[in-house]
């Protein structure tokens, strides 16, 4: 069973407008006979440009005039600031630097869906062997496999989500940037952010043993309902419920910060 545990949508429409030019040909010497009559063309119907979606979750424009980095430029950027916001040590223990940006994007935005690609995760393999007890043909969750999950779980418990949200509006036009590079219908990251919150809120919270079965190589679960949630959702299963509690509970705190920057709140 992959351990896919990512933490943390849009692209602008660009409209583009067409103006057209009429020729006037003026003939010397003598006057020109009259023109022939010339059949009416219909006039083309006129097709009104997609509107932009509407965004739901708008962010302030930054208070800083400092200008950012390319997205190209940003992994050393950004690889400070997150050390700023949790510490240099648990930065080089949990996280992928290279394409920081792009990976957190392609990563939130994926978490919502069958699977994460783990060549794209921002975060490293979790130490140690995913856990099952239970006989071969009955195999269940080892709950010592949560135990491996705690200082991650822990680091997200202990990150100052105003601080994390400060940190992500600086840097919200890279996000907006990477996201728009996915090749996305016009949306707005912070609304897919969004989106992907609510639906990891909504993993179901299980008590007591979770079985598995193993049609191949790796483990999956036994409850089709459960095999078929998506990553975001599997991956708070896996952790177990004490852990998905605490991460649930930072990302309802994040969901709230970031409602309460938009205009008018």
């Known amino acids: 069973m992959n351990e896919n ?11 583009g407008l067409s103006i057209g030019a009429v020729i006037y040909i003026s003939l010397r010497g003598k006057a020109a006979p ?11 119907p006129v097709i009104a440009a997609p509107e932009e979606p509407a965004i739901k979750h708008p962010l302030p424009a930054p208070e800083t005039q400092e200008p950012l980095p390319s997205l ?17 040590e648990p930065v080089e223990q ?20 069958e699977k994460v690609a783990e060549r794209l ?3 490293k393999p979790i130490p140690g062997n995913f856990a099952v007890r239970g006989s071969e043909d009955a195999p ?19 990150t100052d989500t105003q601080r994390l949200v400060a940190t992500y509006s600086r840097y919200y036009p890279l996000f907006q940037d990477a996201y728009e590079n996915l090749g996305h219908p016009p949306q707005y990251f912070n609304d897919r952010l969004i989106e992907v919150i609510d639906h990891l809120l909504a993993t179901p919270d299980l008590q007591g043993t979770i079985a598995l079965e193993q049609p191949g190589v790796l483990y999956v679960f036994a ?4 095999e ?7 991956a708070l299963i896996r952790m177990g419920s004490e852990n998905a509690t605490v991460v649930k509970d930072k990302l309802r705190e994040l969901r709230s910060a970031l409602v309460a920057l938009q205009p008018g709140n």
């Open 72 to 88: 190209n430029e940003s992994d050393l950027p950004a690889q400070n600031a997150l050390a700023d916001l949790i510490g240099k």
């Open 5 to 15: 545990f990512k933490y943390i949508a849009a692209a602008v429409a660009v409209v």
């Open 34 to 44: 009259p023109p022939k009559p010339v059949a009416a063309v219909p006039a083309r």
């Open 121 to 123: 995760r921002p975060v």
């Open 140 to 158: 269940v969750l080892d709950p010592a496999n949560y135990e491996r999950y705690k200082p991650l779980v822990q680091l997200v418990r202990s």
């Open 223 to 226: 409850d089709p309902q459960l």
């Open 94 to 113: 949990f996280v992928v630097t290279k394409d920081l940006v792009r990976h957190v994007v392609v990563t939130i935005d994926n978490l919502s869906t």
């Open 228 to 234: 078929s949630k998506s990553a975001g959702q599997k």
